[in-house]
């Protein structure tokens, strides 16, 4: 395979590396770097790699100059490059890679190592070369992963971030509701406050009209027990929100759960002038296993509401049913509130139950409260596995439908029954444990003016100790706090009913007490007391607890 026959040519055939070159493994070509690029040598390696059999046809497929070695769409960027890089390099060395078209078709990529040398024939471009297809692949693939991974963190990178826009987007809703909620719950909280303090203000100026005093008290109470109802919901939203409410399943009557809601708002709704009435005729299995404080709780939710909502001259039904055909020892039961109120637009329906919203704010309505009724019972729902519905029309009153499925029972439960234990008759000398003094003085004049005689202990072992030592019959009836100092209500209900004397062993305890959730319920009763009763002391609501428990 012989050179071209020019000088260049003539001038390697003397230095005698001519067979040198022929036969080296990697391709080796020379070629003008002037207007044409001409080959003047190309060994025969560069024929192998171009997939030819001889020089003829390496130079039939390239025209035997540079640019016909490269592929059409990449001169162009070589020749820049090489330009470039000569013009940089002190050595006059290049660095290229680009495609070519094999004789039979297929496509390789080559590395070309290129050296620029200014001769006597002119200047001259000395070239090595070799196949780099395996190894530029290989990059592909490299470059191909990490592109994949790139973009794998991009997408992860694009939901990360529309999480965070979802979280803040949530988190701002959230601190809307929120502010809105502590906006009302501020006025809510203030505008009884003010009455409260305004009105014993008023009072104290008009002492001696007694009228007037007695207008005024009234009002008092009513405030007092609007910013009661703030506490209580806002304490069992954050409780249940937090996860800390369980149910305390135990044998009760429905009729009787609706029948205590009944009589607790009745006072309320006469003052209202409305009509409230209760319906259990449709009550088949009446005993029943369940949490009897929640479903007390839910109840009075739906009802206060009703009243709330209602206006005078209106009628609202408490009504309990109770599906045909129970099975496996459950039924299902419907307790339904309807009033004929102000009603709901349809749209808020589908919102009722979120955290702190109500359709309209306490100025706006007239109304107080916060709007975590119907978030309270929907989360107590949640933990018996019930249902509600709610069918509403603006102007014509609302109908609120709980359903629940409840194992029937028909035993009596042994608490229920322990507040009967052969005490009857009237309770007249009661056994009031309290340890703070104001409590005690409001709890003395409110049981004395309602014909009862009380003596105080101050903390649970007194008390223990004074029914150890007093006539069996001294007392009809403990109420029993439960937070003190030295002995608590607790260990001293367990302590009254370890007395050996059955009399004193036996005597009625009721718990009156600031611990007002269900599972303090559950702990008197499990400590041996037959009642429990939150504070604020409600002298009606005690009365009639103590009936239940006297029998």
């Known amino acids: 395979m012989a050179p071209e026959p020019d000088d260049t040519a003539s001038a390697l055939a003397a230095l005698g590396i001519e067979g040198v070159l022929s036969h080296m493994p990697g391709g080796f070509f020379v070629y003008r770097a002037d207007a044409d690029e001409g080959l003047i040598y190309a060994n025969e390696a560069c024929c192998r790699i171009f997939g030819c059999d001889d020089l003829s046809a390496f130079k039939r497929l390239t025209g035997f100059t540079f640019p016909g070695m490269v592929h059409p769409d990449d001169i162009v ?40 040398v200014e001769t006597k024939a002119g200047p001259l471009f000395y070239v090595f070369i070799n196949d780099g297809t395996e190894k530029h692949e290989r990059h592909r693939k490299e470059l191909a992963s990490v592109s994949a991974e790139l973009a794998e963190a991009h997408v992860r990178e694009a939901e990360h971030r529309s999480m965070l826009r979802g979280a803040l987007s949530q988190a701002e809703a959230a601190n809307v509701a929120k502010n809105a909620f502590l906006s009302n719950m501020s006025h809510d909280i203030r505008t009884p406050l003010n009455a409260v303090v305004g009105y014993a203000e008023l009072i104290r100026a008009h002492l001696d009209e007694a009228e007037r005093v007695r207008a005024y008290t009234d009002r008092v109470l009513d405030a007092s027990h609007q910013l009661l109802d703030v506490v209580n919901e806002t304490l069992e939203i954050s409780r249940m929100e937090a996860g800390h409410v369980q149910l305390v399943m135990a044998e009760c009557s429905l009729s009787s759960a609706v029948e205590q809601v009944r009589r607790d708002f009745a006072e309320t709704a006469e003052r209202r002038g409305i009509a409230l009435e209760a319906d259990v005729s449709g009550i088949v299995h009446d005993r029943v296993e369940a949490d009897v404080v929640r479903l007390t709780h839910l109840l009075s939710q739906l009802v206060d509401n009703a009243v709330k909502y209602s206006p005078p001259r209106t009628t609202v039904r408490i009504v309990a049913s109770e599906e045909p055909g129970s099975a496996g020892g459950f039924s299902t039961f419907h307790l339904t509130v309807a009033d004929e109120g102000i009603g709901m637009d349809a749209a808020f ?51 609120f439908t709980v359903t629940l499925t409840l194992r029937v029972t028909h035993a009596e439960d042994a608490r229920e029954a322990f507040g009967r234990r052969e005490r009857t008759g009237e309770v007249r000398r009661i056994l009031l444990v309290e340890d703070n003094e104001l409590n005690s003085e409001i709890a003395c004049c409110l049981l004395e003016d309602a014909g009862y005689t009380v003596e105080v202990a101050e903390n649970g072992q007194v008390a223990v100790e004074r029914l150890s030592r007093a006539d069996p019959s001294a007392f009809d009836l403990v109420l029993m706090d439960i937070q003190m100092p030295v002995m608590d209500g607790y260990a001293a209900a367990r302590a009254i009913r370890a007395l050996p004397d059955p009399l004193r062993s036996t005597v009625p305890i009721i718990a009156v007490s600031a611990n007002a959730f269900s599972e303090d319920r559950k702990r008197s009763l499990e400590s041996g007391m037959d009642a429990h009763l939150a504070k604020p002391l409600d002298i009606h609501r005690l009365e009639r607890l103590i009936a239940t428990v006297i029998g």
Not at 350 to 375: I, K, W, Y
Request: net charge negative; glycine share 10%.
């Open 349 to 399: 329906t589908d919102r009722m139950c979120l955290p702190f919203e109500r359709e309209n704010n306490t100025t706006a309505s007239g109304v107080q409260g916060t709007g975590l009724g119907l978030t309270i019972v929907r989360s107590i729902l949640d933990l018996m596995q019930g249902d509600l519905s709610a069918e509403s029309t603006p102007g014509a009153g609302s109908v």
């Open 77 to 116: 960027r070589v020749e820049d490059s090489i330009a470039r890089q000569i013009a940089a390099d002190q050595f006059d060395m290049d660095y290229v890679e680009y495609r070519i078209v094999r004789s039979d078709g297929a496509v390789r990529w080559i590395e070309d190592y290129g050296h620029y």
